[in-house]
Nanobody, 119 residues
């Protein structure tokens, strides 16, 4: 089983940067290698939306709204996925959730971390 644990959220001014981390706790290394990892976000009153996806095969996908500003990456040794966010805008304010999907074990969600972009 996998339990995603997010960290790194906080308050940042417009134009600033943050890096979110998602530790795939409880997973063994071989399981982590087989995971598709994604970051979603949900702003107040809005539906949860996909921000960035990194497949087990290394393919990345980004929402149009974050292309060129956000980068998803992973460290297999640390069983951790990162979301590096640059040039943050007030509209990036949301709770960011980490999602891990394994073809054999299913889908797992973290509890979320709040990102607030405000002056």
């Amino acid at each position: 089983q996998v339990q995603p644990v997010e960290s790194g959220g906080g308050l940042v001014q417009p134009g600033g940067s943050l890096r979110l981390s998602c530790l795939a706790s409880r997973s063994i290394t071989s399981t982590f290698w087989g995971l598709d990892m994604a970051w979603y976000r949900q702003a107040p009153g809005k539906q949860r939306e996909l921000v960035a996806l990194l497949t087990a095969g290394g393919v990345t996908t980004y929402a149009d709204s974050v292309k060129g500003r956000f980068t998803i990456s992973k460290d297999n040794a640390k069983k951790t996925v990162y979301l590096q966010m640059f040039s943050l805008k007030p509209e990036d304010t949301a709770v960011y959730f980490c999602n891990a999907v394994h073809s054999s074990y299913g889908s797992f969600w973290g509890q979320g971390t709040q990102v607030t972009v405000s002056s």
